[in-house]
Every structure is written in structure tokens, then in C-alpha cells.
T-cell receptor
Framework: SQQGEEDPQALSIQEGENATMNCSYK?????LQWYRQNSGRGLVHLIL?????REKHSGRLRVTLDTSKKSSSLLITASRAADTASYFC????????????FGEGTQLTVNP | DAEITQSPRHKITETGRQVTLACHQT?????MFWYRQDLGHGLRLIHY???????NKGEVSDGYSVSRSNTEDLPLTLESAASSQTSVYFC???????????FGDGTRLSIL
């Protein structure tokens, strides 16, 4: 079963708008990671947030983590056409021994 | 630059044949992982290794095997290919559980 579930499954926005994707998970975690996948390519790591952190920034990316609600969100500000990709959250559960469990992803389309 | 490479990128084979997918990383990472990606399932873990001579079963290991004879390589073998194993396969590596995973660009495997 999937540990992480992303919401929405698909998101279409205009260039310059902000995009928000959400992830929910089921068990206690060591950290939560977000990855991007361009069509036909492997996953690329975006950001890692530890269980004792609540918010993290990297460039136009902002990630929040609420361990009480077992949820995380990824915000991409001022989106660009090049941000078009699938975005996955992945959790490193406390009992996983560094294995990640991935959600099914959000397909983001940014229209020029 | 360090990288992780998968070969072949595409393969078509017949049911019942043995197939081996190669994964080679130059990160010098101890942890290596094999995933399959199917529509509606995200990435699912097949096998993983924490070091030379160490291999472990993941969520969907039936019909697959791996071996780890050195740090750089973790080949994935389908002992007797089945049509249900048609998928895109990704290899990844990481330094440890608190570091991101680095992914190859995948192997698209079709079993007819």
C-alpha cells in the first residue's frame, strides 16, 4: 500500500501562478522528500524536510510539514512552463531503514 | 560528475525469457534500490541493498532477483519474464537514509 498520497492528481495553471500540491501519509516518519519527474526521465530530488522541521525553502519552492496531521505541501511560486512535470512525495518511515515509499504523484501542467 | 546509469534504455522480450537490467553508479553509495513505475501505482520498491553482498526484498519482489558483488553495480534479473512485468524500471542510490536518492533515467521493458 502507498504510504504517501498526493492531491490533486492533476493540476493545470498559467505561467506566473503559484502551484500547491499536497501529500498525506500514514505512519511516523524520519523525513519527507519531494521529487520531480520530467516525461521520460528519472526522478530528481527537490527538497528534504526532517520530521522536526515545519517549513523549508529552496528557491521558488516552499515545503511545509505537519506531523500531527501527517501531511505535507509543496508550493511552487511564480511557475514557469519548465515546471511542467510530475511531482512525487516520498516518506522515509521510522521503521523503514532508509527505504522510501512514494505516492502516485501530481501531474503539473504550466501553460505559457 | 558522479552519475547513475541504466542499460538498456528500452528492451522488448518474450514471456519466459530471462532478462537482466543493469544499474551502475559512480557516487560510491552503499544504498541501491530498484523500483518499477506503473500508471496508477507510482514507484514500488522491488529490491534494495545496503552494501556489497547485502540484498533485501521490497514490496513487489516476486519474480525478480538482484546481486551485489561490488559497490557500483546492482543488476536486476527477471528469472522468467511475464507480461505483468511490463513496466518502466528505475534504479536509485543514496548515501544513507537522511540523504536524497539519485535516480537513473529508467529502462522501459516490454514483455510480449
Amino acid at each position: 500500500s502507498q504510504q504517501g498520497e498526493e492531491d490533486p492528481q492533476a493540476l493545470s495553471i498559467q505561467e506566473g501562478e503559484n502551484a500547491t500540491m499536497n501529500c498525506s501519509y500514514k505512519t511516523s516518519i524520519n523525513n519527507l522528500q519531494w521529487y520531480r519527474q520530467n516525461s521520460g526521465r528519472g526522478l530528481v530530488h527537490l527538497i528534504l524536510i526532517r520530521s522536526n522541521e515545519r517549513e523549508k525553502h529552496s528557491g521558488r519552492l516552499r515545503v511545509t510539514l505537519d506531523t500531527s496531521k501527517k501531511s505535507s505541501s509543496l508550493l511552487i511560486t511564480a511557475s514557469r512552463a519548465a515546471d511542467t512535470a510530475s511531482y512525487f512525495c516520498a516518506t522515509d518511515a521510522e521503521t523503514s531503514g532508509s527505504r522510501l515509499t512514494f505516492g502516485e504523484g501530481t501531474q503539473l501542467t504550466v501553460n505559457p | 560528475d558522479a552519475e547513475i546509469t541504466q542499460s538498456p534504455r528500452h528492451k522488448i522480450t518474450e514471456t519466459g525469457r530471462q532478462v537482466t537490467l543493469a544499474c551502475h553508479q559512480t557516487w560510491n553509495h552503499n544504498n541501491m534500490f530498484w523500483y518499477r513505475q506503473d500508471l496508477g501505482h507510482g514507484l514500488r520498491l522491488i529490491h534494495y541493498s545496503y552494501g556489497v553482498q547485502d540484498t533485501n526484498k521490497g514490496e513487489v519482489s516476486d519474480g525478480y532477483s538482484v546481486s551485489r558483488s561490488n559497490t557500483e553495480d546492482l543488476p536486476l534479473t527477471l528469472e522468467s519474464a511475464a507480461s505483468s512485468q511490463t513496466s518502466v524500471y528505475f534504479c536509485a542510490s543514496s548515501e544513507n537514509g537522511y540523504q536524497p536518492q539519485h535516480f537513473g533515467d529508467g529502462t522501459r521493458l516490454s514483455i510480449l
